[in-house]
């Protein structure tokens, strides 16, 4: 049963030689990779070439790879240093972030539908505001694959900072939907 | 902290104390009532919009086509036409001023020059000179030798000692 094939088996399989476990690898993380760094640079295209580099940079770097350790919290890790430097290079204008297909993709035919959408559109948009570290950590917890301390892991901090960082980082982007919806938030509310 | 309690609440991993006591603040604090909601509001959202994104069909076999490429060894490529052009440009301007500097010594020294250049004629008794003949010579020599040293020698030898290292090993 290949779906049920861990990652550190088809590291190993890489690392003896059987280059399928490159697609195989990702194939398994690519959605991920792409999430996280979608998240934090604000455009689908830059985020497939991040995920993309951050692969190779994976690939490369396969033999150091400690086997004992997560490879999803690694490899995140190396997703969430190519996206920010990324970002610190690119400078980003959060105002540019795109509408996320995912609020494209309800449908608006009703007027609740379309309010959501708008309200998505919102998210993302304060999402932007947000520095790197609160964006990545708000991803992975609501994405819930990893633990809080995988996710200190990924940001490189420990389980009981990013607790705290974490619990900051939805309160921030609270007040960030509160600014930009304003007066509307307390009508969506009641 | 009240935010951490309605984060417990909204994660589903509060106490039943945690729970006793929001219960409370529910029923009691209009401040509280409010933040809960407006944190909900947005936690909501988020569990909404928080899925995977989808990436392009061909990502994977773009991601490997880039793998194979990286694991290439670096080859350095001969220069092209196009990025040699510069060269060619800067040797052909350089004879194209030896040229007319030679031309027009030799014409104001035969003493038929049509048009006053105000630049003073190539003072070409420098040449007679033994020293600067020999060392003109010398510079020749050097470079002649450096040409067929890069063109000729150090291909060869290079091709020799690949072959021999090949063989040893």
Redesign the interface.
């Known amino acids: 049963m290949k779906n049920l094939e861990t990652d550190i088996a088809i590291i190993e399989r890489i690392l003896a030689g059987d280059k399928s476990g490159?697609?195989a690898l990702?194939?398994r993380h690519?959605?991920?990779a792409?999430?996280i760094a979608?998240k934090i640079v604000g455009n689908?295209e830059d985020?497939?070439e991040i995920?993309?580099d951050a692969?190779?940079q994976a690939?490369?770097a396969l033999s150091n790879f400690n086997k004992e350790a997560k490879f999803t919290t690694w490899f995140y890790r190396i997703v969430f240093n190519a996206a920010l430097m990324f970002k610190r290079k690119h400078q980003l204008l959060t105002d540019d972030i795109s509408v996320?297909?995912?609020?494209q993709a309800i449908p608006a035919d009703t007027e609740n539908s379309l309010k959501?959408a708008e309200?998505?559109k919102y998210?993302?948009q304060a999402l932007g505001r947000l520095s790197p570290d609160d964006v990545t950590m708000?991803?992975l917890f609501?994405?819930k694959e990893q633990s809080l301390e995988e996710i200190g892991q990924v940001v490189g901090i420990s389980a009981e900072t990013a607790k705290v960082k974490l619990?900051r980082a939805?309160?921030r982007?609270?007040e960030e939907?509160?600014t930009m919806l304003g007066k509307e938030?307390h009508t969506?509310?009641n | 902290m009240k935010e951490e309690l309605i984060f417990d609440i909204l994660d589903g991993i509060a106490s039943e104390e945690a729970i006793r006591l929001h219960e409370q603040y529910l029923a009691n604090d209009e401040a509280y009532r409010l933040l809960f909601q407006e944190l909900s509001f947005t936690h909501d959202l988020l569990e909404e919009s928080t899925i995977l994104e989808k990436t392009a069909v061909n990502f994977t076999d773009k991601l490997l086509d880039k793998w194979e490429l990286a694991q290439q060894p670096a080859t350095q490529l001969k220069p092209t036409l196009s990025q040699r052009l510069h060269i060619y440009f800067l040797w052909s301007m350089l004879v194209l001023l030896v040229l007319c500097l030679a031309c027009m010594g030799i014409t104001s020294s035969s003493g038929t020059a049509v048009i006053k250049v105000n630049m003073p004629a190539l003072n070409t008794d420098i040449f007679q000179n033994k020293t600067v003949a020999d060392s003109l010579l010398l510079l020749n020599t050097l470079l002649v030798l450096f040409f067929i040293d890069k063109k000729w020698l150090r291909p060869y030898f290079g091709q020799k000692l690949s072959t021999h290292e090949r063989t040893t090993h």
Do not use: G, N
């Open positions: 490159y697609k990702a194939e690519k959605s991920y792409l999430t979608y689908r985020a497939e995920a993309q692969f190779i690939f490369q996320s297909p995912v609020a959501r309200q998505q998210i993302q708000i991803t609501y994405l619990c939805r309160k982007l609270a939907m509160k938030l969506l509310l």
